[in-house]
């Protein structure tokens, strides 16, 4: 009986710190989760798509998807993102050749990368990447790099920096 007892409460204590740190990874998680709501995982989302439309050397669909950018930063009235990330959509938006989307998209992506370091949020979905030869980092979802910056060229260029 003796035996049960202490058992009993062995068995009580670890449910109890069980708990406890399920607690604590569901803050966490809370904490990850609220950073990624909309509009950030909108924006996220067609950041993504410009990244992979310039990795393939295309620009085509890059002024909608920076458009959807800036609209739905404007329109957050939460005001999670900075002004600056809608700004800078809207210039990459407005252009018209690889060249200089790809020198647009440089701000973007240090903007968003910014963005989830602060919140610590995004690891293990959100890959950074640099190309030393571009100076520049962006961010993807791929686990090997697809080089917006140099394309066809050099599309493996760059290497993971979390």
């Not at 069980?18 to 950073?35: V, W």
């Not at 900075?82 to 990459?92: F, G, I, N």
Request: hydrophobic content about 45%.
């Amino acid at each position: 009986m003796k035996l049960f007892k202490h058992a009993t409460r062995i068995f009580l204590a670890t449910a109890l710190a069980t708990l406890s740190f399920a607690s604590f990874a569901a803050d966490e998680k809370m904490a990850d989760s609220s950073a990624l709501m909309q509009p950030v995982k909108s924006v996220l989302d067609h950041y993504l798509l410009v990244q992979a439309a310039l990795a393939k050397d295309s620009i085509k669909g890059v002024d909608e998807n920076a458009s959807a950018i800036a609209k739905a930063v404007k329109g957050d009235d939460m005001k999670m993102l900075s002004p600056d990330v809608a700004t800078q959509a809207e210039t990459l938006a407005k252009t018209t050749d690889l060249e200089t989307a790809r020198a647009a998209f440089k701000p973007l992506s240090n903007s968003l990368i910014k963005y989830l370091a602060d919140h610590k949020v995004g690891a293990g979905t959100y890959h950074e990447a640099f190309c030393p030869m571009a100076g520049a980092s962006w961010l993807q979802t791929e686990k090997s790099i697809k080089n917006p910056y140099m394309g066809s060229a050099m599309s493996s260029c760059g290497e993971f920096k979390n």
